[in-house]
């Protein structure tokens, strides 16, 4: 396992990480990802680690707490040998401080984490979207005073803006306080908006990014076909609606390429698709999910191994689309790509 620095921190995090959503899973997002026991949980993690994975990644949200409460009863007696990231921000109640990153809200969310994961520190806490009504200076000072505390170790966000990112840096830089190291961004092959603008701010600003749903919210598992109806067993037929939308037509030309590329190497479409972003810029870890151990061992088989750069380039044209204003029309302009050379 390919271990990398977070962003500009001096913390080493696994090029594959596992992803507890699918850990305790109730209601009709996270019923549909997966209901591991912390038994099941227990024998996933020993896989993780055999394999030298050791960065799990949760959130207050995932099933009101529990999926925290399953990974806390998963990492009982070995809390030394992994990283454990979560987030807040998102609602966890009704009433009035129960969502947001405000200096109350983050104080109690922080506390009800530890509790639920059974440990006195977090390795890594994520703010999971961006609080509009609270002040970014207000957030920033309360996440220092966690740091200094010892109960948190770095500072990352979920879901930011590029605007909402660099007041936040700028903030931290201007008082001294921790900067966020972490930007944890949906990216994968039917879904590159975080080329645009969030991928060169993470590269000037040293922010690692860590991805989620990088199989396209389960399209690039190699069970979705052309003219072929979505398999029974697939969590689409449940959550297409909650993820982000994909037109069919690019979706097929990505799996075309991804089949074509399986031939020639003997690996799986989803071995495939990760390893494609392993090796994107910024990327500092991919967090897979598996709701048991089949999908998990096929996911780690994404590792040890490099696609070509033709295969790569075969990946990067059936994935293209036209770039959003203000980078379109100009970035094929000779004079705007000679400013702006493309990341590769």
Known sequence: MEFRRLGASGLKVPVLSFGAGTFAGKGPLFGAWGNTDADEARRLLDICLEAGLNLFDT??????????????????????????????????????????????????????????????YIDLLQLHAFDAGTPVEEVLATLDALVRAGKVRYVGVSNFAGWQLTKSLAAAERHGWPRYVAHQVYYSLVGRDYEWDLMPLAQDQGVGALVWSPLGWGRLTGKIRRGAPVPAGSRLNETADFGPPVPEERLYRVVDALDEIAAETGRTVPQIALNWLIARPTVASVIIGARNEAQLRDNLGAVGWHLTAEQMAKLDAASRVTPPYPHFPYHRQEGFARLNPPMV
């Open 59 to 120: 959130a207050d949200v995932y099933s009101d707490g529990a999926s925290e409460e399953v990974l806390g009863e998963a990492i009982r007696g070995r809390r030394d040998k992994v990283l454990i990231s979560t987030k807040t921000a998102l609602p966890m109640g009704e009433g009035p401080n129960d969502a947001g990153s405000s200096r109350a809200r983050l104080v109690k969310a922080t506390e009800d984490a530890l509790r639920r994961l059974g440990t006195d």
